[in-house]
């Protein structure tokens, strides 16, 4: 029956960096708002931005279409702590003109990075040689009227913008307001408010940091802005709750004027209860209707007009309930996976273990696993569901909960805006899935 899915993947192309350092690792991905450019960012501090095919046969298809390096290593010699060049998040702002731009963040600084094309230059200068240098104006005996000669394509990426010395603690988000002039960067107690034409003043507009730092019971572990309302934005905390905040109501939102926390079930409590209901990330819909929010286990969609609790529940990866232990014992119950949206709301992403990912179809109810590895992805090629089997006799073509490769995980990925095609970050991978053509 998933075979004839609508969700058919066709894997029309894979991208290896090719590379085996630390540096390499892919930390973030983020579609633009058009679908055309995909960026990716690594732990190296480098964005490479990849460019659509425009021929139609190869439309599926994502070729480099400029690389850059966003942030370098810093050293905080008032805190004697080194700052990681590691690219945290991306995010595209809409385009204006001719040119692309995109935030990017370490854990310290925001930068706008400006993405154009130059494929001319001027020639026939008076005043200088062409190779530069300037002339003796008493050897000059004629006017020339400078040119715009054609050249090879050339695309420029250069920081417009640098955003910095706002965070005392480690930036985990950042999202573009839909009124365009202003975003959010938020850390672990703090979030701020700053105008994208400003570097040198932002507003604190949530703080949760106690009087004193051993009374704090939770931190913020992401934040984004509504998709329509500029004045609503949702932040998620590591005690599992979401708080959705008016600015219109007061300019510190200290007090939520939403609260969406699912109790807990007492029959379930146990010593990791409080690690695995952390929320790694939240998401509104296009629509702004729903929230999405992923823990470890699960994934919860929630109606922004019912706070009580989730309108959908998803198991991720159940089977793992059993091996809480041993994944604390190696520090894989603090992974941070990411959830997204397809472009009509239907159908959602996240990832797991093994380099597995899952997809949900809300409407049918419906889910896949899904497998994104070099071994069993060759470009063209259907990709077939996989299957954890959780107990009893284990038949062909089904992976075991023992067997599962916890070094091999899904934590980034990004769904094309408009289409099905889906970005999946394994490691220093990038694979690029897409429907099956017909």
Known sequence: DE???TRKI???????????TEADIISTVEFNPSGELLATGDKGGRVVVFQREQEPQRRGEYNVYSTFQSHDPEFDYLKSLEIEEKINKIRWLPQQNAAYFLLSTNDKTVKLWKISERDRRPEGYNLKDEDGRIRDPSTITSLRVPVLQNTDLMVEATARRVFSNAHTYHINSISVNSDLQTYISTDDLRVNLWNLEITDQSFNIVDIKPCNMEDLTEVITAAEFHPQQCNTLAYSSSRGSVRLCDMRK??????HCKFFEEPEDPSTRSFFSEIISSI????????????????????????????????QTY???DY???????????????DKFECVWNGSDS???????????????RNTKKDVTLE????????????????????????????????LDFSKKILHSAWHPQENIIAVAASNNLYIFQDKVT
């Open 250 to 255: 007061q300019a510190l939102c200290d007090t």
């Open 315 to 317: 198991q991720v990866h």
């Open 3 to 5: 075979e004839s899915d």
């Open 280 to 311: 790694s990330d939240i998401k509104f819909s296009h629509s702004g209707r729903f929230l999405m929010t992923r823990d470890y286990l699960t994934v919860k969609v929630w109606d922004l007009n019912m706070e009580t609790r989730p309108v």
């Open 10 to 20: 066709n894997n029309s192309f894979l991208r290896d960096h090719n590379y085996a």
């Open 372 to 403: 994104a590895s070099r071994e069993n992805s060759k470009p063209r090629a259907i990709l077939k569901p996989r299957k954890v089997c959780v107990g009893g006799k284990r038949r062909k073509d089904e992976v075991t909960v023992d067997s």
């Open 320 to 334: 793992l309930r059993g091996k809480l232990c041993s994944l604390y014992e190696n520090d894989c119950i603090f």
């Open 347 to 361: 159908v959602i992403m996240t990832g797991s273990y093994n380099n597995f990912f899952r997809m949900f179809d």
